[in-house]
């Protein structure tokens, strides 16, 4: 299934009704203190929204071509090259050449 395909378009956009039914259902029969639970099944009901949001925008935009891109393990990743090295002896061609401001009082 790929990332930018509609079918896990079509997949996170039934989710989501999916988590808001499992939610009314499940709400009284999750174990745990009243406050927890809530805070989870109400989590759980967002994160589907909030991802159906996030593929919806990668869709259109092309964010995240493929899932390799996402996490970062393709093969097409490379670290951007390290900066030149400053030699003795040499000006830094980075530092900008000033005039120092003379320390000496005119009036």
Known sequence: MQLTGVPFFLC?????PISLSVA???WSRVRGPRFV????????CQLTAVLVVFVMVNNS???YGSWSDLF?????VRAAPAAPRHRAGM?????PRCK????????
């Open 72 to 76: 970062g393990t393709g093969k097409h």
């Open 12 to 16: 996170t956009v039934i989710l989501a």
């Open 24 to 26: 009314m259902v499940f």
């Open 61 to 63: 935009n092309l964010i």
């Open 91 to 95: 000006s830094n061609p980075l530092r």
């Open 37 to 44: 639970r809530a805070i989870a099944v109400i989590a759980f």
């Open 100 to 107: 120092r401001p003379s320390t000496a009082w005119t009036t």
